[in-house]
């Protein structure tokens, strides 16, 4: 198979390493697993317009994008519109679509796992129009990522600090809004503090991710509003997986939902996948079922491939 890695040469652990040898190792690494691989390192401001441009080559059969979350979700759009499988190399901090798709984490047993990988079709989910693959989020979740955007860090671990320090700011005040949901069960509206969609139902682990990612269902999950110390309280049993049992939390699994704003304020934001984007009084949020074609991970052993 002739594939293409776009390498966000800006993007978490790339940004430290010798992308030319890392090409060249894993060009040897592909050729022995039968494929042809070409490289192409580009800017983060560039990284999409190469994404394109290697979907839209019909010389290309597959591409694969390493980076953050933010180039994979972008990877993963632009593969749901063109129909082309991705390959997906965590180079990022949290690495959550990797995590869910079971991609090894160090970059040279995920290179070795998409080398030996099989193409597969798995869900996608769309938030007017906008594909993601983990997470659209309005409220607290959105605030925490605006903090953190105008934080300085230079490393993972400095971005990981960086996400606690704005969990810490956002708690003060914590964000109250009405929102209501329509969905196939019937409509509500409530008073929340966060609303979080997710691509499939999330786990239960520290750092939460799609259980399934051809379940065909979004997970719908609500923070209800709450104090400071209880909005605290809930941070605490996310990174500890114990969020499902707090008593702020609600959650449910659809095939779609309408989401409506009613008092939505001017530059009021929404996440996507780790990204701000304005918020919409309405949002659409769709599931498509199995209209994403990735790479699933082949078997690597633990020790280094490459």
């Not at 010798?18 to 390192?41: P, Y």
């Not at 965590?90 to 160090?106: I, Q, S, Y």
């Not at 701000?276 to 659409?284: N, S, Y």
């Not at 209209?291 to 490459?306: C, D, F, Q």
Request: charged share 25%.
């Amino acid at each position: 198979m002739r594939i293409r890695a776009i390498l966000n040469k800006d993007g978490g652990t790339l940004r430290t390493m010798d992308l030319d040898e890392l090409c060249v190792l894993a060009k040897d690494l592909f050729a022995r697993e039968g494929h042809e691989l070409e490289c192409t390192m580009v800017a983060g401001e560039d990284v999409e317009e190469a994404l394109k441009a290697a979907a839209s080559d019909p010389s290309v059969e597959a591409v694969v994008a390493g980076g953050g979350d933010g180039t994979i979700s972008a990877a993963a759009g632009i593969a749901f519109k063109s129909n082309k499988p991705l390959g997906v190399l965590p180079a990022g901090t949290m690495n959550l679509f990797a995590r869910a798709l079971g991609m090894p984490l160090e970059l040279d047993r995920a290179l070795a796992a998409i080398a030996r990988g099989e193409v597969d079709r798995i869900d996608i989910a769309t938030a007017n129009g906008r594909p993601f693959v983990h997470q659209f989020g309005v409220g607290i979740h959105a605030r925490l990522v605006r903090i953190r955007n105008n934080m300085v860090y230079r490393s993972r671990v400095g971005k990981m600090l960086a996400s606690m320090r704005a969990i810490l700011s956002s708690a003060v005040d914590p964000p109250r809004f009405d929102v209501e949901l329509h969905t196939e069960k019937g409509d509500r509206t409530v008073t929340a503090t966060g609303v979080a969609i997710s691509n499939n139902p999330l786990d239960d682990s520290p750092v939460p991710v799609a259980e399934s990612l051809n379940s065909g269902r979004l997970g719908v999950y609500v923070a209800h509003s709450v104090s400071t110390g209880e909005l605290l309280n809930l941070a605490f049993d996310v990174m500890t997986g114990r969020w499902r049992a707090n008593p702020a939390v609600s959650e449910t699994e659809v095939n779609g939902i309408v989401l409506h704003f009613p008092k939505r304020k001017r530059g009021t934001h929404a996440v996507v996948d780790g990204e701000l984007i304005d918020l919409e009084t309405e949002v659409v949020l769709k599931l498509h079922a199995q209209a994403l074609p990735v790479i699933r991970p082949g078997h690597v052993e633990r020790s280094n491939e490459i």
